[in-house]
């Protein structure tokens, strides 16, 4: 990182801190508890290895595995059904990555074995994230009884839960969300433009890499490298163990790395960052682990704002295209 880099990610902290509150209010977003949800409560989106096994069994418990393929055939907690991110995404766009219809989401469960009364219980094997993508694609669509495996498959397997390579045999349901869907944690790339270009914008996250926030890795799908113009750089892998358990970090260190950048609950926010799955895990901490209450995840992120030529873009550094 440049010396240019470093001071501005130094200034856009305490300019941050410091901003008032945006008039732009993300008006959509609903009121959430001013409380955080706290680990091993029955109000928690978070259920740890050994909760699950004690329920694992019970009929209205869905299990999703949130991975590849292979990775879901090479083993599996038994009775969880495989869904991956192409599975929950919107094909008819130019790129990839885009939030898939109701329609789309209600055939995948019902196909699933998923009814609209279950409790499902989400794992991967990447710390949440992809998890937390699945989360937020549900919750914009109204359906919020869903739980998070904290540590997935890595607090699976230390705390001595089994895993099979057997196929579920899942018998079709008629799953169906609710008429109208709030999308309360949702930003288009219109609303997105906007912002960005309205007078007082909210706090923009940029959850993604320090390589990627200042333009030095291109990844594949994005036409061009560099951020959003104002917005500031929070690595979506501070707020989990990412090299050791995989876990959630505790609710207090995750208070202390946001309360510093964010100190004001209701602070209108937007995340973002490659293809919208790290922001979600972002959103998720935020909104569902720290009380923040006007938080939403820019869907299509950095691979669908570098599509377009006209949008503003910022960068520091040569870049170096991923394939």
């Known amino acids: 990182m440049t010396w240019k880099t470093s001071l501005f990610i130094v200034l856009s902290l305490v300019f941050f801190s410091c901003k008032e509150k945006s008039a732009e209010v993300l008006s959509s977003s609903e009121p959430s508890s001013s409380d955080e949800k706290q680990y091993n409560s029955g109000l928690s989106p978070i259920i740890e290895a050994d909760e699950l096994q004690k329920i694992l069994e019970a009929p209205n418990i869905k299990v999703v595995h949130f991975g590849k393929e292979k990775e879901f055939h090479s083993g599996h907690i038994k009775g969880s059904v495989n869904i991956w991110r192409s599975d929950i995404e919107d094909a008819s766009y130019p790129y990839k990555g885009m939030m898939c219809s109701k329609n789309q ?43 998070i495996l904290n540590g997935g498959l890595t607090a699976w397997n230390e705390a001595g839960g089994a895993l099979t390579t057997e196929p579920t045999i899942a018998e079709r349901t008629e799953f169906k969300l609710p008429d109208r869907a709030p999308m309360s944690l949702y930003v288009s790339k219109e609303q997105m433009l906007s912002l960005v270009n309205g007078s ?3 706090l923009i996250l940029d959850t993604r890499t320090t390589n990627e926030y200042t333009g ?19 690595d979506w892998a501070n707020c989990v163990n990412y090299s050791g358990d995989k876990k959630f970090k505790e609710i207090e260190e995750l208070k202390e790395i946001y309360s510093r950048i964010i100190p004001e609950k209701d602070q209108a926010i937007v995340a973002y960052c490659h293809s919208g799955v790290r922001s979600a895990h972002t959103t998720f ?10 938080v939403k995840n820019y ?25």
Do not use: H
């Not at 869907?299 to 394939?323: A, R």
């Open 200 to 202: 007082n914008p909210p």
């Open 299 to 323: 869907d299509g992120s950095w691979t669908e704002w570098s599509n377009f030529e006209n949008y503003p873009k910022e960068k520091d550094s040569i870049t170096t295209i991923l394939q």
């Open 285 to 294: 901490v935020l909104t569902q682990l720290l009380g923040y209450k006007n």
């Open 105 to 147: 989401l209600e055939e995948l469960f019902s196909q699933k074995g998923i009814s609209s009364s279950d409790t499902i219980i989400v794992y991967d094997n990447v710390a949440s994230c992809d998890a937390a993508r699945l989360w937020w694609v549900l919750e914009n669509y109204g359906f919020n009884n869903l739980k």
């Open 216 to 234: 030095v890795q291109q990844k594949s799908g994005a036409k061009t490298a560099g951020r959003i113009p104002g917005s500031l750089l929070m």
